[in-house]
């Protein structure tokens, strides 16, 4: 084959071609334009830094906010190559900036640190003047404006919180004062807190950034999100409200200025109340354990120190519900069998079905009542609620114990699905058990997503709650009213064996001795048989 002479180049000419290198533009794989309004999906690789550009900005708009969302990966979005105070950080990280006179064109620096990440990002304007400043007057955030919405959360609830806005102000003037004095105009701010749920069991990327773009914007939050409270500018910039593991949710903030008739929306954040890292319990594996409380607190006991033991037991609290649960389970039978006390088992079935309709009527808008954050008129309710259904019925326990069985029965079929298909309707008890057990989800708002599966079990619910119902009134119809005294039932034939000799039971062995003879048979299985010898006679 023929060979070719290999080029080189004169030493002299290293500096230039190494000068001319570094002249040469960036990769566009380090570049990201953008344009305003527009939502646009990226790809982030660990540890480089992105330039996010954003070029003929019009010049009647005031600020501007970037905003980048991943599904759970954290990234760093900065106004500067190198991390500075003016760095906000999360997996829903954003930034505002009020633009200068005649200044047209911005650049921020993207990076994730930890892995590689898909994200989601818009750049959104505003342009009237008076259009407030979403966290303006940023005072416990190391940024100057703060424009995001900040979310944590534990296995009761989650906590929404943001920083005060500031009233608009044109480019190039001082912003107006955060004193919050009186007169100030920042006193007539006033925010709305919004939630919008993901569908249930659906944890793709797909789905959230679609589910991201309707909470971005002032009209697709109201159009989209459920509105929580209302805040006004002298409270506190926070919200409480039941986390619920596994399912997404998205909450953002608008900022409304009454005077001027104009409106702001903060950035978006959403969570799952659940790790997508972890290798046990995640978002992926999670186990709805929580759903079993109401199953293994079957007796009163179990209830009781579960609903008002709280304040004693914190640490012990679940177990000891399971095992006195039981417990009490277990004497109810006995006290039943041996005093047949209708009264009593009546009284019962009656208080766990007035626990369950009182936790039924707290699982409504009524549990969000402000009255209800104080623990003493809640318990108060809750108690007198479950206390009157039995006092209603006490006249007919027999309707009472149908009335129950088929209430509760069938409220433990739903549980028992919602082990295997998520439902809302988990948390009619479960909103209870944490009120008990962690003395700050007294403020939460216990909102929960109602979704095709819901409806779905919904109308199981009702359905087998009325063929249970009418099912066992028919049955029982020609029966008697309570089954006969167990105790009474049990001497009664113990006196017949012993006095009736044409009895077949009379000759039945004593209890002790069929136990020692089933031993006996059980030891000869294990024993092994001798050799009895040669069985012939030897022919001599």
């Known amino acids: 084959m023929p060979s070719f002479p290999r080029i080189q180049s004169p030493l002299w000419a290293v500096p230039f071609l190494l000068l001319l290198a570094l002249s040469q533009p960036q990769a566009p794989a380090d570049r990201i334009e953008f344009k305003l309004g527009r939502f646009q999906q990226i790809t982030l690789f660990e540890n480089k830094t992105f330039v996010v550009i954003l070029s003929n900005i019009p010049v009647d708009v005031t600020f501007i906010i970037i905003q980048v969302h991943t599904k759970y990966v954290n990234t760093l ?120 749920f993901l569908p249930e069991a659906d944890l793709t990327e797909k789905l959230l950034f679609a589910s991201l773009q309707k909470m971005a914007t002032v009209d697709q939050v109201e159009a989209n999100g459920v509105k929580l409270c209302s805040l006004g500018a002298r409270d506190k910039t926070s919200v409480t409200v039941s986390s619920i593991p596994g399912q997404g949710v998205i909450y953002n903030v608008i900022v409304k200025d009454p005077e001027m008739n104009t409106s702001a929306a903060y950035t978006p954040a959403h969570t799952y109340c659940c790790s997508f890292t972890d290798k046990l319990d995640n978002c992926y594996t999670l186990k709805r354990t929580s759903t079993r409380i109401f199953l293994v607190s079957v007796g009163l006991v179990g209830l009781f120190i579960c609903f008002f033991g709280h304040r004693y037991l914190k640490t012990v609290i679940l177990g000891l519900a399971a095992v006195l649960g039981s417990v009490g389970g277990s004497l109810l039978v006995m006290c039943w069998w041996r005093s047949g006390s209708v009264v009593l088992c009546a009284l019962v079935a009656g208080l766990l079905l007035g626990l369950l309709l009182s936790s039924l009527i707290f699982f409504t808008p009524l549990a969000n009542v402000k009255v209800f954050d104080d623990d003493a008129v ?51 008890t479960l909103n209870i058990v944490k009120r008990a057990l962690h003395g700050n989800f007294k403020a939460a708002f216990t909102n929960v997503p109602f979704q095709t599966n819901d409806y779905i079990l919904i109308s199981v619910w009702v359905v087998l709650l009325v063929s249970g119902i009418v099912f066992q009134f028919h049955r029982e119809k020609e029966q008697p009213r309570f089954p006969p005294h167990p105790y009474k039932t049990w001497k009664r034939d113990q006196e017949r064996r012993q006095t009736n000799v044409l009895d077949p039971s009379h000759h039945v062995p004593p209890i002790k001795d069929r136990v020692k003879s089933a031993l006996t048979d059980v030891k000869h299985l294990f024993t092994k048989q001798q050799s009895a010898g040669e069985q012939t006679p030897l022919l001599l």
């Open 378 to 428: 809640f318990w108060v309710t809750f108690s007198s609620v479950a206390l009157l259904v039995p006092l209603i019925f006490f006249s007919c326990p027999r309707p009472l114990n149908i009335l129950a069985c088929g209430f509760v029965g069938s409220y433990t079929v739903i549980l028992a699905i919602h082990n295997f298909v998520f439902t809302s309707l988990a948390y009619i």
């Open 77 to 196: 979005l900065s106004f500067h190559k190198i991390t500075t105070t003016e760095t906000s950080t999360g997996q829903d990280p954003a930034l505002l900036q009020n633009l200068k006179p005649e200044e047209t064109a911005l650049m921020w620096h993207l990076r994730t640190p930890m892995e590689n990440a898909s994200a989601m990002s818009v750049i959104l304007s505003y342009k009237a003047r008076a259009d407030p400043v979403p966290g303006g007057c940023s005072m416990a955030s190391d940024l100057t404006v703060d424009a995001s919405v900040h979310l944590q959360y534990n296995l009761y609830e989650a906590t929404i919180s943001f920083a005060p806005a500031n009233v608009g102000y044109a480019r190039g003037t001082v912003p107006p004062l955060c004193d919050f004095a009186e007169e100030e105009p920042t006193l007539r701010l006033q925010y709305d807190v919004y939630q919008y």
